[in-house]
């Protein structure tokens, strides 16, 4: 079942040497959700990703995976989970076959043509018999994934999975992931600087700064937090010549649009009743802010 919470992490502290990495960050996953776990450089989102899967001890706080503490059940949790991160954990004089054998072994896969069947869906059957040391990087990251996916995990951490990739390679996993979370309910955390690809992938987002998170959601709520002004793009006869309509802000478009601002969700009405007066409108669409833009207004915001 969706919509339970599968992860949680309470005020969980991490130093290496004198440097805190991850600073009382709390943060909350629900079963099936796709979380996007976004940050700058040397913010804590690998650490955090080795914390939850019991490779590194924390120094405080609390975590739970499913009632599991990583602490004590690491070997539990690693059971359920899959991961890929920049080292990918392969023997490069192996081909790809041989390593996911190799996997498939430790983890208990009984059913070996599943590693047929990931090699095919990431697009590596051509190349299953060649040892992975001469495999481009996007090659082995996309064997990494389907490594991690060997034994149908419950909860995937993702750390960049989609650098070196090119685009149609980009596009392959991505919507592999969507669709691989669609039909079984896995849980995702992903890592990415690359936020325009996180889009429409994620069901919610975690903003991680310094190692704390500084603010999270779904991009409809952070929009709705975020979003100081709502651009209309509507579809109308209307010409603009002194840069306003009815008082609001405005730019004419080609083809017969135009791009209004507006303070507030009220505003929309009176400003498209005005317009009916005297033209015609034949759409308006509200122009979302993107991700990206988000991304920086927390950041400006958490660093005034
Ligand atoms: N094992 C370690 N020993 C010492 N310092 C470490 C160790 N692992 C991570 N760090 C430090 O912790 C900080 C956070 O690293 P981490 O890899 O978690 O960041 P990140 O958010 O994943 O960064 P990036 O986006 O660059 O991957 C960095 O300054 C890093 O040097």
Known sequence: MRGDRLI???????????????????????????????????????????????????????????????????HEIRKVTGIVTESAGLYHQMNAVENLAFFADIYGVKNKSRIYDLLRQFGLDDHKSKP???????????LALA??????????????????????????????LKEYNYQNGTTVLICSHVLHQLENVCSSFAFLDNGHIIDSGSLLQLQEKYSTHIKLNIHTNMKIE???VS?????????????????????????????????????VAIEEQDLESIYFMIRSRNNE
């Open 247 to 283: 008082g609001f802000p405005c730019e004419q478009l080609e083809n017969n649009h135009i791009r209004v601002t507006v303070n507030h969700k009220d505003e929309i009405s009176p400003l498209l009743k005005n317009i009916l007066l005297e033209h015609w409108i034949h759409s």
């Open 8 to 74: 949680t992490v309470r005020e969980v502290s991490k130093s290496f040497s004198n440097q805190r990495v991850l600073n009382k960050t709390s943060l909350t996953c629900q079963k099936g959700e796709i979380l996007g776990l976004l940050g700058p450089n040397g913010a804590g989102k690998t650490t955090l990703i080795r914390v939850l899967n019991g490779v590194i001890l924390p120094d405080s706080g609390e975590i739970s995976i499913n009632g599991y503490d990583p602490v004590i059940d690491g």
């Open 132 to 142: 992975i040391g001469t495999y481009s990087t996007g090659m082995k990251k996309r």
């Open 147 to 176: 490594k991690a996916l060997l034994h149908e995990p419950s909860i995937l951490y993702l750390d960049e999975p989609t650098n070196g990739l090119d685009p149609d390679g980009i596009s392959m996993v991505l919507s592999y």
């Open 242 to 244: 002194n840069g306003n």
